[in-house]
């Protein structure tokens, strides 16, 4: 009964290699967020949807896109993986704005 | 800017030792949000308080809320490996965008 699916768990990409990374809910949530989260850190908001709105944080460099195609899936795209771009990538959703989030598993990236 | 600031950032104890992990803020949130972060998976939501004053009970775990509703607190009674992790608290935002604000985050060691 997952709730909100990453995949994959692991990704190793090449330096300069796009890269896709893909959450998946089940929870029928408005708002999906994509974090950036490095060794032992808080998660770092990169940009999030509600709904079709698409809304960027000021400092998500331009390497990393989104995409919600539903209401069911968003992708990251990582354009030009740099090697400070390995991280764990988690995926999180909630019903609206005010309320909880709920964090899926997070896709561990390799930038070789 | 609203900032949390969540002490400590490491605690190793025994097993059977009582422990509290603090989150102060000088800015008021409208709600705040705890979860623990295993290695290699998503933080995992624990509870949301959103009321002033307010103390929630999960297990071993006691949630508070402050009564101005800037700081909340995290007591972990006969701590036991299994809570061994990364705590994290987590306040929405003014600016009610859904956007949450995290702590550094507390990681937590649990010897036996």
């Known amino acids: 009964d997952a709730m909100v699916i990453q995949n994959p768990r692991y990704q190793v990409t090449q330096f300069g290699k796009p890269v896709t990374l893909s959450c998946s809910q089940t929870?029928?949530?408005?708002?999906m967020y994509w974090y950036q989260q490095k060794s032992s850190q808080a998660p770092k908001l990169l940009f999030h949807?509600?709904?079709?709105?698409?809304?960027n944080e000021a400092d998500t460099p331009d390497n990393f896109q989104s995409r919600r195609p539903n209401t069911s899936f968003c992708f990251l795209d990582i354009r030009s993986p740099g090697l400070g771009d390995a991280a764990m990538y988690l995926c999180?959703?909630?019903?609206?704005?005010?309320?909880?989030?709920?964090f899926g598993p997070g896709t561990r990236l390799l930038v070789l | 800017t609203q900032l949390l600031e969540q002490s400590p950032q490491f605690l190793s104890i025994q097993e059977g030792e009582n422990l509290t992990v603090y989150c102060n803020s000088s800015?008021?949130?409208?709600?705040l949000q705890w979860y623990r972060q295993e290695p290699g998976e998503g933080p995992v939501l624990l509870v949301t308080v959103v009321t002033g004053g307010e103390v929630k009970k999960l297990k071993r775990l006691t949630f508070q809320f402050g009564d101005a509703r800037k700081d909340s607190s995290l007591h972990i009674t006969a701590a036991q490996p299994g809570d061994t992790g990364l705590y994290l608290c987590a306040g929405e935002g003014s600016s009610n965008t859904g956007k949450l604000i995290f702590g550094q985050g507390t990681t937590l060691q649990v010897k036996p």
């Open positions: 999180a959703t909630s019903r609206d704005p005010r309320f909880a989030q709920y």
């Open positions: 949807y509600y709904d079709k709105d698409f809304n």
């Open positions: 800015s008021v949130f409208s709600s």
């Open positions: 929870l029928n949530h408005n708002v």
